[in-house]
């Protein structure tokens, strides 16, 4: 016998709501699609983000941003009708893209179809306009509107910042150039107090100092409650070619922080994920400056955190900065060169780095190997000495995410050098460090331990100077003796995740 939750399924709003949702994306994928953002929720995703909400009573305004076809509202109505929640939702969908508006109001048709206890409404704007006349100081005096429910896949892209529209945000203090950051935090302003928003977006707001502010205003006004990780990249929108990792999380408008439950599935939608609950002091530490979004995974990445995070020294109390390569090569072009040969000194680009040290010229690798010296590049040099290089951009699925090499100035034949802009610097003052300490350095960001502590807090590709300087480090005198040994080993996993725990006690069988 077929349940109410089979029927919906079958022939229910989302179902509809698929069906459109599939035929727009086709129709759209090479016009204009792009240019808005647009990466239309499927419905087994759109079933999580409704799942992740708790139950609420009475009238509930809804506020679905960007809705697209509906499938959102749809996936929300459907659930609160199959569980039989005692309220009503009056739902507001926002949408630009005109082509959409029919199968958006098709789908809140269907909706009120389901149950006469949903009432929707379409809005045929573009969101940050509609939500910033609406979030405005001056609507603090009046009745202002507020919703008790956001659920959103917001736009993926970058906004103009000369726009009219972003200059608004700007004087709501909304400082974002990013497309699904602004319709977040300004749809955050529009919640009431214990209002729920549950969202999927990229993840690379977790991390960083681009999203500093955004992370800041997030968890100054709201509580973080829910997470869900995807396992795997790009397959929640795999028909979609989205390249970020997505997250779905939820956030409440309470100062009360409890802890927070995480989530971790394969990313279709369709299997029962994994879950546990962490304090809210592992997912955001009281005491990091850059207010780093972490998501352990399991218990076990709760331990590895709290071991890392007790660590004594960082970045800077060692007196070692980290920075970006100087060399940006597309800006460059005319100053590289194929050979190393008179006038022209070596150039070091991420695929020198292999097995903790330097292969350079390595024929191997399609890139140039040298610049032009001329007064244009003189000042992306560096003078030869030891340095620890990180690679800049990996992913998650790659074996490792943090990748370090010394660089020694017996591997070159120039007493000065320049690193390309896809390789970070670890240097003291603009010159080398101490031979053990560099060592030390890299086989510690070489680490297992490390590597899994990473994951926690960057869901994208880069690993930017910043991650860097904010991890935790041993001490000096650790990180000295753990060198003296590195630099006479060839780099391997097992023997480096060894002598880490050797020289690193506070580290010994977290893993």
């Keep these: 016998m077929a349940t109410v939750v089979d029927e919906l399924v079958a022939a229910g709003p989302l179902a509809r709501a698929e069906q459109c949702r599939i035929a727009h994306a086709e129709a ?15 419905a087994p995703i759109a079933r999580l983000l409704a799942d992740m909400f708790e139950p609420v009573e009475g009238r509930v305004r809804v506020l679905d941003p960007g809705a697209g076809v509906g499938s959102l509202s749809a996936a929300l109505v459907e659930r609160a009708a199959s569980e039989g929640w005692q309220c009503s939702l009056d739902v507001t969908a926002v949408e630009i893209d005109d082509r959409l508006l029919e199968s958006l109001d098709s789908t809140l ?12 409404q379409v809005e045929h704007s573009d969101f940050l306009t509609w939500g910033a006349s609406r979030a405005a100081p001056e609507m603090f ?44 935090w300004l749809a955050s302003r529009l919640l009431a107090p214990d209002g729920q928003l549950v969202a999927i977006t990229p993840r690379s707001f977790c991390n960083g100092s681009y999203f500093r502010a955004f992370r800041q205003a997030l968890l100054d006004d709201c509580a973080l409650r829910d997470i869900h990780v995807f396992e795997s990249r790009g397959t929640a929108f795999r028909d979609g070619a989205v390249l970020q990792e997505n997250i779905i999380f939820r956030i409440v408008r309470s100062p009360r922080r409890p802890s927070v439950q995480i989530a971790v599935s394969s990313g279709s939608g369709l299997d029962e994920p994994r879950r546990h609950e962490v304090g809210a002091d592992s997912v955001v530490h009281p005491k990091d400056p850059r207010l780093f979004i972490r998501i352990p995974e399991d218990r076990a990445s709760v331990v590895l955190a709290e071991h890392l995070g007790g660590l004594p020294q960082t970045l800077s109390g060692l007196g ?20 190393c040969d008179e006038g022209a000194i070596p150039l070091i680009y991420p695929g020198h780095l292999k097995r903790g040290r330097i292969d350079w010229p390595g024929r191997s690798n399609s890139k ?55 390789v970070n610097v670890l240097h003291v003052s603009n010159r080398g460090m101490e031979l053990d300490l560099a060592w030390g350095l890299a086989a510690y960001l070489n680490s297992t331990v490390v590597d899994q502590f990473f994951r926690q807090f960057n869901g994208h590709t880069q690993v930017n100077a910043a991650d860097l300087e904010s991890l935790r480090y041993p001490n000096v005198d650790s990180l000295l003796s753990l060198g003296a040994e590195a630099r006479s080993t060839e780099f391997e996993q097992a023997a480096t995740d060894s002598l880490v725990q050797r020289h690193v006690p506070a580290l010994e069988g977290v893993l």
């Excluded at 994928?29 to 647009?38: P, S, T």
């Excluded at 048709?109 to 929707?120: H, I, K, M, N, S």
């Excluded at 509107?145 to 203090?173: C, H, W």
């Design 320 to 339: 070692v900065t980290a920075s970006t390569g100087r060399v940006v090569d597309f800006r460059s072009r005319e100053y590289l060169r194929e050979e």
């Design 141 to 184: 005096q009046q009745d202002r509107q507020s919703f008790d429910l956001v659920i959103m896949n917001p736009p993926y892209g970058k906004m103009r910042t000369a726009s009219a529209t972003n200059e608004r945000l700007r004087r709501l203090g909304i400082r974002t150039s990013n497309l699904y950051s602004a319709f977040v």
């Design 368 to 422: 140039p190997c040298a610049i032009a010296e001329s007064s244009a590049t003189e000042s992306m040099f560096l003078p030869a000495g030891d340095y620890v290089l990180v690679k800049r951009f990996s992913s998650k699925e790659e074996r490792r995410r943090v990748v370090a090499a010394v660089l020694g100035p017996g591997d070159l034949p120039r007493d000065v050098v320049a690193m390309e802009n896809h």
């Design 28 to 42: 759209s994928a090479d016009n204009g699609r792009a240019e808005l953002g647009q990466y239309f929720t499927p």
């Design 109 to 120: 048709t269907d909706c009120r179809d389901v149950t006469q206890a949903a009432e929707g």
